[in-house]
């Protein structure tokens, strides 16, 4: 106690401007640390995840970092149109095999992104109109974009009897009795 009240003496400019702020905001805070003497507070990235109570009166909190998105290019959007500008096949990564269809696709936004086309066989080409929705290839690097069957020119899965709501496909018809 008696060394923090001497350094107050000596150096009541440097105590005062960090003092300031508390003081406007919180008067029993700004009396707290009057007695207990003033930390400097620490740079954001040297500060630990979980505070006390008395370093967040003292300092505030630290913002988040927002996430990196998993779509960058539909930005908060969850569909949009694009042309297909190429469309091919791709090795999966290790340790799967077989070849992955995929398409280059020119959205509407001007930007080209590479999209998986899910499911058993498909009718797009070049020129086809097609929806892009998010969505990775878990097996195909730098994939992050999924084609929407049953959308626009992407025609559904034809013989599809589960999950059909996902592939475009409409129920099959009843046999009649």
């Known amino acids: 106690m008696p060394v923090q009240l001497l350094r107050r003496l000596v150096r009541p400019s440097l105590f005062a401007q960090a003092q300031a702020p508390l003081a406007a905001v919180r008067p029993s805070v700004a009396l707290h640390n009057a007695f207990t003497g003033l930390s400097l507070a620490p740079t954001p990235a040297s500060r630990a995840n979980k505070c006390t109570l008395i370093q967040v009166l003292r300092q505030g909190r630290i913002q988040q970092r927002a996430r990196k998105l998993r779509s960058p290019q539909l930005a908060n ?7 297909c500008l190429k469309v091919g096949t ?16 020119r959205l509407s936004t001007g930007k080209v992104i590479t999209a998986y086309i899910p499911g058993e066989g498909h009718n797009v080409q070049q020129h086809s109109v097609v929806m892009v929705r998010g969505g990775r290839a878990q097996d195909c690097p730098g994939v992050k974009y999924h084609l929407v069957r049953g959308a626009l020119d992407l025609g559904g899965v034809g013989s599809r009897i589960t999950s059909r709501s996902k592939y475009g496909t409409k129920k099959p018809k009843a046999a009649a009795a």
């Open 90 to 105: 791709t090795k999966p990564k290790k340790p799967n095999s077989g070849e992955r269809k995929i398409a280059r696709v």
């Open 77 to 83: 959007r969850p569909e949009l149109k694009g042309v």
